[in-house]
């Protein structure tokens, strides 16, 4: 198909994507008891902001029209007004992504990187007891409420010990970005996540490893006399790790819905703390307006893990 | 060659080699009595645990564990193992129900999809992958904060997003299916309803099914749980829940409070999660593959 | 090879996929082994080169001997550097057995990286020449590119330069040519026909379809059910065979120089390999069994040719 096509396939895809999300979100707000009226008309807000807010969604007009220029306020920021904070529910998410990052970057590239290295080691000698040791330490914490170990994360070192700072994502005494200060900030939360997302994501790469192994061209590889080791790195991780790049991309969806009930936990400032905060004071702007940047954010790095898998597969670069 | 379809042998044979490769692995057998103890105790637990649970005892207040409280109180002065075990109800109904439901729609299209193929196929595999995409504990978030914290809506809203990955599975174990020559046959000799080949194609896969319904559920009980941390539940007695009120009082050193509940949650889920691996050995040894062939779905998607 | 013995031990029971198996290979000819899928005669080439998947499979017993030494009891590392060197192996499915990853003239090479120490530019440059020995057109441009950019004809082709690259002296082909369209069939027969002339290298056919057996090979082994069953030239199998079981297969091979009203099977099936027949593991099938035949397994008993028949009918009076 060669690579541009491919490109723009998966980004036609991605926006289609964007207005399923779109769509769907209106059909909630629908479902929803009281509809529209009751979720973006809060009692409290003034009348000049109620006027504004009924004729950008048109929540006095037919549905259709109502779900088009629904769709054109997602695409130009109107989500909506917070109840809690009096801005827009577009601002308030907004300001609070750069927290997310700070906290699921690291943890994602962490992931990434002891994943591959466990899924390796298990993989070399399968069924060893370094293999099973350490699926067995994957199924342990795949199970794991990640909410849970953040608790005992904090309970133990934050708590017990007093070793790591109890919560936020840096100290209140702190003037501008200190790096090592964030660190510290960083290390619980960040640890909880990523256990539990390194179970499954390790165990991925196993299972796609194990796969690979046992296709013929290994075989062929082998019967040119190629060292194992010649075998395993040249031959199987090539391909092993290539639909590892796919599960990536799914892989954040799991690592957003982690982070928020790691955020909440730990008190860290993102949109995952909104999230809990936002339903706990039936701030429902605020969490449609979150699960549409969730849902961004996933089919975004869907997009862009798709693209690198393409980059990296001959098989779509050329023809 | 022999017979070894399970199909054609009595009731009992079946049962007893069941169990016998059921048992083959010991994490299973354990994880299954477990679970038995547990439905046992939710079930029983009016009779355990007599009196009020919700009933708070000021004087008892967060009490670390001790003879007279086992699991310590909580905030309210409430014993926690009472609570827990209370608790234990929502969770597995919780897990059931909605496993169930999720295994049913999950079936169901898998089943069309399998069975249809072409446009069909490709229809319900696209509303599949969108599921897929979109990251799903926000939008469950999203519905049952919307549609209002109810049970029912709980159950409704996990089962109706979880369905996608069963009905992968079930599509493609029917694809498979149909292309296997008594299909062909049973179409020749003029099975028009579709019904007979229900008769066909379910039965093959209801290993399957099981096997992926008992997979399914320990991601069932950690959202479900999830859900109660958030208080989108209207029940204080859960396992989330008590999660969601330590979350206030950790600060005093409370750890039983937050410790406990956590660890019947992560306790149960890896229980369901061993008895799915034993019902796989047991019922399907070649069940390996088709989990396997997930990674090659993956890579089919680029296409 | 002497009285091979394979067995693969699997949770459901044990395979006999090879058993006492002996035949010898001389240098320059081309041999054939014979057999239904499911005789062993994959097994048995797997074995030579000593790619068998060790864990479900064990070798119980007998030697292979190449050039003096027993490849079963050579090292791993000696194996290896046997293997692709002198020993080179091309597989049954072109689709499956070349990397999708990596470029067709780095896959030709590798093997000539490994074994003779040279750079990657020499080692891909002679893989270009290889590719136009085994006809691949616009070679030189074509080598750049993937294997899924090629025809299984072609992939086909791709694996014989590779296996060629090192100028092995023993080369395997477990049925080169099944995955193949007809047409196909008969170019990559001509090919590996010639290739055997022009580098005088012994080969080992492995394969169901006695008619490439006749175009190609001088010798040939038939297998059944992990039993050698016949070992004769070539001549002697087609024109007159002592064993039923050969027969059978002449017979249900459709002929160009004979009138066919019907076309005739050998009757039933394959044996369970766990649980295979006692005696002669031909007998149920067998037109000429006897009672003997379903007791006591026939020894083979060696024929005027130099080779054997493994069948009571056969036994010199």
């Given at each position: 198909?060669?690579?541009?096509?491919?490109?723009?396939?998966?980004?036609l895809v991605?926006?289609?994507?964007?207005l399923?999300?779109g769509?769907?979100?209106?059909a909630?707000?629908?479902?929803?008891?009281?509809?529209?009226?009751t979720?973006?008309?809060?009692?409290?807000?003034?009348?000049?902001?109620r006027?504004?807010?009924?004729k950008s969604f048109?929540?006095?007009?037919p549905?259709?029209?109502?779900?088009?220029?629904?769709?054109?306020?997602?695409?130009?920021?109107?989500?909506?007004?917070?109840?809690?904070?009096?801005?827009?529910?577009f601002?308030?998410?907004a300001?609070?992504?750069?927290?997310?990052?700070?906290l699921m970057l690291?943890?994602?590239?962490l992931t990434?990187?002891?994943?591959?290295?466990?899924?390796?080691?298990s993989v070399?000698r399968p069924?060893?007891?370094?293999?099973?040791f350490?699926?067995?330490?994957?199924?342990f914490?795949?199970?794991?409420?990640v909410?849970w170990?953040?608790f005992?994360?904090?309970?133990?070192?934050?708590v017990?010990?007093s070793?790591l700072?109890?919560?936020?994502?840096?100290?209140?005494?702190?003037?501008?970005?200190?790096?090592?200060?964030?660190?510290?900030?960083?290390?619980?939360?960040?640890t909880a996540?990523?256990?539990?997302?390194?179970?499954?994501?390790?165990?991925?790469v196993?299972?796609s490893?194990?796969e690979v192994?046992?296709q013929?061209?290994?075989?062929?590889?082998?019967?040119?006399?190629?060292?194992e080791?010649l075998?395993?790195?040249?031959?199987a991780?090539r391909?092993?790790l290539?639909?590892?790049?796919?599960?990536l991309?799914l892989?954040?969806g799991?690592i957003?819905s982690?982070?928020?009930l790691?955020?909440t936990?730990?008190?860290?400032?993102?949109?995952?703390?909104?999230?809990?905060d936002?339903?706990?004071r039936r701030?429902?702007p605020?969490?449609?307006?979150?699960?549409?940047?969730?849902s961004?954010l996933?089919?975004?790095?869907?997009?862009?893990?798709d693209v690198?898998?393409g980059?990296l597969?001959p098989?779509?670069?050329?023809? | 060659?022999?017979?070894?379809?399970s199909?054609?042998?009595?009731?009992?044979?079946r049962?007893?080699?069941?169990?016998r490769?059921?048992?083959?692995?010991?994490?299973?057998?354990?994880?299954?009595?477990?679970?038995?103890?547990?439905v046992?105790?939710?079930?029983?637990?009016?009779?355990l645990?007599?009196g009020?649970?919700e009933?708070?005892d000021?004087s008892?207040?967060m009490?670390?564990?001790?003879?007279?409280?086992?699991?310590?109180?909580?905030?309210l002065g409430?014993?926690?193992?009472?609570m827990?075990v209370?608790?234990?109800?929502?969770?597995?109904i919780?897990?059931?129900?909605?496993?169930?439901?999720?295994a049913?729609v999950?079936?169901?299209?898998?089943?069309l999809?399998?069975?249809?193929?072409?446009?069909?196929?490709g229809?319900?595999?696209?509303?599949?992958?969108?599921?897929?995409?979109?990251?799903?504990?926000?939008?469950?978030?999203?519905?049952?904060s919307?549609?209002?914290?109810s049970?029912?809506?709980?159950?409704?809203?996990i089962?109706?997003?979880?369905w996608?990955v069963?009905?992968?599975v079930?599509?493609?174990?029917?694809?498979a299916?149909?292309k296997r020559?008594?299909?062909?046959i049973?179409r020749?000799m003029?099975?028009?309803s579709?019904?007979?080949v229900f008769?066909?194609?379910?039965?093959n896969?209801?290993?399957?099914?099981?096997?992926?319904?008992?997979l399914s559920?320990?991601?069932v009980?950690?959202?479900?749980?999830?859900?109660?941390f958030?208080?989108l539940?209207?029940?204080?007695?859960?396992?989330?829940?008590m999660?969601?009120?330590?979350?206030n009082?950790?600060?005093r050193?409370?750890?039983?409070?937050?410790?406990?509940p956590g660890?019947?949650?992560?306790?149960t889920a890896?229980?369901?999660?061993?008895?799915?691996?034993?019902?796989k050995?047991?019922l399907?040894?070649k069940?390996?593959?088709?989990?396997?062939?997930l990674?090659a779905?993956?890579?089919?998607?680029?296409? | 090879?002497q009285?091979?013995?394979?067995?693969?031990?699997l949770?459901?029971?044990?395979?006999?996929?090879?058993?006492?198996?002996s035949?010898?290979?001389?240098?320059?000819?081309?041999?054939?082994?014979?057999?239904e899928?499911?005789?062993g005669?994959?097994?048995?080439?797997?074995?030579i080169?000593?790619?068998?998947?060790r864990p479900?499979?064990?070798?119980?017993?007998?030697?292979i001997l190449y050039?003096?030494?027993?490849?079963?009891?050579?090292?791993?590392?000696?194996?290896?550097?046997?293997?692709?060197?002198?020993?080179?192996m091309?597989?049954?499915?072109p689709?499956?057995?070349l990397?999708?990853?990596?470029?067709v003239?780095?896959?030709?090479a590798?093997a000539?990286m490994?074994?003779?120490?040279i750079s990657?530019h020499?080692?891909?440059?002679?893989?270009?020449?290889?590719?136009s020995a085994?006809g691949?057109?616009?070679?030189?441009?074509?080598?750049k590119e993937?294997?899924?950019?090629?025809?299984g004809?072609?992939?086909?082709?791709?694996?014989i330069?590779?296996a060629?690259?090192?100028?092995?002296?023993?080369?395997?082909?477990?049925?080169?040519?099944?995955?193949?369209?007809?047409?196909?069939?008969?170019?990559?027969?001509?090919?590996?026909?010639?290739?055997?002339?022009k580098?005088?290298?012994?080969?080992?056919l492995?394969?169901?379809d006695?008619?490439?057996?006749a175009?190609?090979?001088?010798?040939?082994?038939?297998?059944?059910?992990?039993?050698?069953?016949?070992?004769?030239?070539?001549k002697?199998?087609?024109?007159?065979?002592?064993?039923?079981?050969t027969?059978?297969?002449?017979?249900?091979?459709?002929?160009?120089d004979?009138?066919?009203?019907?076309?005739?099977?050998?009757?039933g099936?394959?044996?369970d390999?766990?649980?295979p027949p006692t005696?002669?593991?031909?007998?149920p099938?067998?037109p000429?069994?006897?009672?003997?035949?379903?007791?006591?397994?026939?020894?083979?008993?060696?024929?005027?040719?130099g080779?054997?028949?493994k069948?009571?009918r056969?036994?010199?009076t």
């Open positions: 198909m060669g690579l541009p096509a491919y490109v723009a396939k998966r980004a991605a926006i289609a994507l964007v399923v999300v769509t769907l979100n209106f909630i707000l629908h479902l929803a008891p009281g509809g529209p009226e979720i973006f008309l809060n009692p409290r807000i003034t009348p000049a902001a006027a504004l807010i009924l048109g929540l006095d007009r549905i259709q029209e109502q779900y088009l220029l629904y769709l054109e306020g997602m695409v130009t920021g109107n989500w909506g007004l917070s109840y809690f904070y009096t801005e827009s529910a601002n308030v998410v300001s609070r992504i750069p927290a997310t990052l700070l690291p943890s994602l590239i990434v990187l002891v994943g591959i290295l466990m899924g390796i080691l070399r069924y060893s007891f370094v293999d099973r350490l699926s067995s330490f994957a199924f914490f795949y199970s794991m409420p909410f170990l953040g005992i994360l904090l309970t133990f070192f934050a017990t010990l070793v700072p109890a919560g936020g994502m840096i100290s209140i005494t702190t003037t501008g970005f200190d790096v090592v200060d964030y660190l510290r900030h960083l290390i619980l939360p960040m996540l990523t256990l539990i997302n390194l179970a499954s994501f390790s165990l991925l196993r299972s490893m194990l192994l046992d013929n061209y290994i075989v062929t590889a082998r019967g040119k006399g190629l060292s080791r075998v395993f790195y040249r031959h991780l391909n092993g290539l639909p590892t790049v796919t599960m991309g892989f954040v799991s957003l982690g982070a928020i790691t955020e936990v730990f008190s860290w400032p993102g949109l995952g703390s909104l999230t809990f936002s339903i706990s701030d429902y605020v969490v449609l307006a979150l699960f549409f940047i969730f961004i996933t089919i975004l790095s869907n997009l862009i893990t690198v898998y980059v597969d098989r779509i670069t050329y023809d | 060659m022999t017979d070894t379809s199909a054609s042998r009595p009731y009992p044979a049962a007893a080699t069941f169990w490769s059921y048992s083959r692995n010991r994490g299973a057998v354990f994880a299954f009595f477990f679970l038995v103890a547990l046992s105790a939710a079930v029983l637990a009016n009779y645990f007599p009020d649970v009933a708070p000021m008892r207040i009490l670390p564990p001790s003879f007279s409280a086992v699991l310590g109180t909580d905030y409430r014993d926690q193992l009472t827990l209370f608790g234990a109800r929502t969770s597995l919780v897990a059931f129900s909605a496993g169930g439901l999720l049913v999950g079936t169901i299209a898998g089943l999809a399998g069975y249809f193929g072409g446009k069909v196929d229809l319900i595999m696209r509303i599949a992958d969108v599921f897929l995409t979109i990251p799903i504990l926000p939008l469950i978030l999203v519905i049952v919307l549609t209002g914290p049970l029912l809506n709980v159950m409704f809203a089962g109706l997003t979880s996608p069963m009905a992968r079930v599509r493609s174990d029917s694809l299916l149909m020559e008594f299909i062909e049973e020749v003029g099975a028009s579709r019904r007979i008769k066909h194609l379910l039965p896969q209801l290993n399957s099914v099981l096997v992926y319904t008992s559920i320990p991601v009980i950690l959202t479900e749980a999830a859900l109660e958030l208080g539940t209207p029940l204080s007695v859960s396992w989330g829940f999660l969601n009120v330590a979350m009082y950790w600060i050193g409370t750890w039983w409070m937050s410790f406990f660890l019947a949650i992560f306790a890896l229980a369901f999660y061993f008895v799915s691996e034993g019902l050995e047991a399907n040894p069940l390996k593959r088709r989990r396997e062939s990674v779905q993956i890579a089919e998607r680029k296409k | 090879m009285d091979l013995s394979v067995r693969f031990y949770a459901s029971g044990v395979v006999n996929a090879v058993e006492n198996l035949f010898n290979v001389r240098k320059g000819v081309g041999f054939g082994i014979v057999g899928s499911g005789s005669k994959t097994v048995t080439a797997l074995t080169m000593g790619l068998l998947a479900p499979g064990r070798i119980d017993s007998g030697k050039n003096g030494t027993n490849l079963l009891t050579t090292s791993q590392e000696d194996m290896r550097r046997l293997r692709g060197k002198s020993i080179a091309v597989y049954q499915d689709m499956t057995s990397n999708p990853v990596l470029r003239c780095f896959q030709i590798e000539l490994v074994h003779e120490k990657q020499e080692a891909e440059a002679r893989a270009v020449e290889l590719m085994v691949i057109p616009d070679a030189e441009k074509r080598a993937y294997p899924h950019q090629f025809s004809g072609m992939r086909q082709r791709i694996m330069a590779m060629l690259a090192t100028k092995p002296d023993l080369l395997i082909a477990d049925e080169p040519t099944t995955a193949l369209d007809v047409i196909t069939q008969s170019q990559i027969l001509a090919l590996l026909e010639d290739l055997q002339r580098y005088d290298m012994t080969v080992i492995v394969t169901h006695l008619g490439i057996v175009q190609l090979c001088d010798e040939a082994l038939v297998m059944y059910a992990g039993h050698g069953m016949e070992l004769n030239t070539v002697g199998i087609f024109s007159h065979s002592k064993h039923p079981y027969r059978g297969l002449l017979e249900s091979t459709t002929r160009v004979k009138e066919i009203s019907r076309l005739t099977s050998i009757p099936n394959i044996p390999m766990i649980d005696g002669c593991r031909f007998h099938r067998c000429l069994a006897d009672n003997r035949c379903a007791r006591q397994e026939p020894p083979a008993f060696p024929q005027v040719s080779g054997y028949s069948c009571w056969s036994e010199p």
